[in-house]
């Protein structure tokens, strides 16, 4: 049969002036997370330099058996990739909570874990919101202070007809302030991945 005690453990950490949150499962033995690199297992996880201790959340006793519970982290890794890694909504959190749902799929079970991880999601989007208006408001500052000229003019007087690949370029919507930081989030995962022995 099979079975385990359930935790979700919360490790605080800075991002400059703001503290956040990382979280993880532990069951069977294994801490279970996310994070930029993707989905990752350890049996004695030790926190990062920086992360310390913050929360230790009991689920409570899982009836599945640990093969089935790999045998599911197995079907959903491809969800669960380094390039799928987003610091707001597709995170070490939402992770967390995919695997407290199969591991406790009644929707009364585990509800203290359930509540944690709702509430931590919670935060990550008002945080994204957030970022997402004070960067709207920098930009729509500076598009006052420093005025574009109209894409159909030319300096030269004649009428500009054809767009070029950099007019179609600048016609496109501009990224959030939280698409930018997801974007430096994975170009700084790529260029720091640690390599596996």
């Not at 070029?164 to 302030?177: L, R, Y």
């Not at 170009?187 to 390599?195: E, L």
Request: aromatic share 14%; net charge negative; hydrophobic share 30%.
């Amino acid at each position: 049969m099979g079975g385990s005690e359930v935790y979700v453990i919360g490790y605080a950490f800075s991002m400059g002036l703001v503290n956040e949150i990382h979280t993880e499962v532990r069951a069977f033995g294994k801490h279970y997370w996310f994070e930029k690199y993707g989905a990752e297992q350890g049996s004695q996880y030790a926190p990062k330099e920086g992360f310390n201790l913050a929360d230790e959340i009991y689920a409570g006793f899982t009836t599945s058996s640990q093969q089935d519970f790999e045998n599911f982290i197995f079907s959903i890794r491809d969800d669960w990739t380094a390039e799928k890694y987003r610091l707001f909504n597709h995170n070490c959190r939402t992770y967390s909570n995919t695997l407290i749902e199969y591991l406790f799929p009644a929707p009364f079970s585990a509800t203290n874990a359930k509540h944690y991880l709702l509430y931590q999601r919670a935060e990550a989007k008002v945080m994204e919101t957030g970022l997402n208006l004070l960067g709207d408001w920098v930009n729509a500052y500076r598009e006052r202070q420093n005025p574009q000229p109209s894409h159909g003019a030319r300096c030269d007087g004649a009428d500009s007809t054809r767009a070029s690949g950099a007019d179609n370029n600048q016609n496109q919507q501009p990224k959030s302030t939280s698409e930018w930081i997801e974007q430096g989030v994975q170009m700084f995962a790529a260029f720091t991945k640690p390599n596996k022995k």
